[in-house]
């Protein structure tokens, strides 16, 4: 058996399980969704009936019931004496917005490779010598790419040198490569909630205690809660996106990128900025959130959202002696990032303002034909206004995003639940929904929303339908 979870554990993780159909159907639901999300790995040990009865104050005839369910649907195997055991699911390919054609896959916040790369790749890749004349271990990045990299940043009037640019496979192994090296077991760490989930789980495998602050996609940041969890829990590091921020689309106002940074400062906090998402502009009027430079300042970035997540290529900009600790932490993780990769970035990086515009035309189309379906489907729902980025992170009114994802997903719409997003539980009455797949198949996506909805109101449930899910 690898691993167990307590019933504590388990408890929060579930948040707001209720549904209102049956209460062991929604329980086994509710644990159904964290299996799908991967929140509970296989082979994990599940509490006894008994404890996790009196964690939920439920009685436990409706613990039994919902082991039961999840056993006929083969979620868990019990095992006499050693009790309930999460299975592995069956995989289905996680890539692409439609499967096998009947399915819609929104748990993917991303959009279709930029039209213009497969040209790219075929110009970089002709000439084969000079791709594979490097040695090919090389945990800080090629020197051609770093010095486009810091020439980017130059453009957008931020002095940069190529000794602070290390280049990754991904933001998402940045992210883990800042929380390996830069933090130790029980460091504190401020996160917004909701955030990007896998730098959440990049910060807890390490160790790191999350502290959780409130952003909304209608009333941004919340300084006081910020300026509180800053003062008592004196965090070692801060995660915050602050451009297009995923999953609310918010964009820091001035007077945000202030309190944090005075924040930072006071509390000598690194703030990591994850700006994956900030050139995914759409229309917006305000400029974007523009934080000073300074050495307890990291930021993260990605090819991923602007030219194609299957690029794999990310980049770390910080003060040199960062770079240098990140790099000397590195080989653990791996050995550098793939060369002809690389030698792709290098043409594409000069060319991202284009290449961001041509992708504002897209999010665009999706973000106009999501938001006109929900409104016109789903009036009751409360849909915010964004400007960019890659998802809307609507308000259902009632905490039932747990039950509507399980149900949205037998009818072949897979789509992440609010929780999946928090820090600290919660988020049980919001659903992330991406624009980033075509306009026709968002439509079709609201259509099975709206039934699941009248179906989950009702307390109807339905059949289970399984896959793995991986939340980008
Ligand atoms: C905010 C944020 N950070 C990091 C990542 C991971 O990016 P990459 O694909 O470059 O690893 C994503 C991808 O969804 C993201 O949305």
Redesign the pocket.
Known sequence: MDSRISARALAAALGGWRGSGSAYESLADGIRLLCLDNRLAPSTALPAERELASALSLSRTTVAAAYRSLRATGHIESLRGSGSVTLPLRRNDPGGHEGDGATIDLQ???PAAWPGLPAVIAEATQDAPALVARIGYDVVGDPRLRAAIARHYVERGMPTSPDQILVT???????HLIASVLLSRADRVILETPT?P??ADAFRRVGARLVGVPVDSTTGWDLERAAQSFARALPSLAYL?PDF??PTGRTMTAGEVSAFVAAAQATGTLLVL?E??AQLDIDRTSGPAWFPDDDRIIR?A????TVW?GL???WIRAAPDIVRRLASGRPVHDLGTPEIEQAIATRLVPRLDEIARQRGDVLRAGRDALVAALRSELPDWEVPEVFGG?SLWVGLGEPLSTPLVMNARARGLALSAGSRFAVEGGHDRRLRVPFTAPPATLERAVDVLRVAWDDVRDGRTSPVREDFATV?
């Open positions: 993917q916040a991303s496979t991904g933001a998402q192994s940045a992210i990007y896998h730098a996106m921020h995923n994850d994956t998402t993260v990605s090819l991923g959202k997540g794999r290529v990310g890659v980008i």
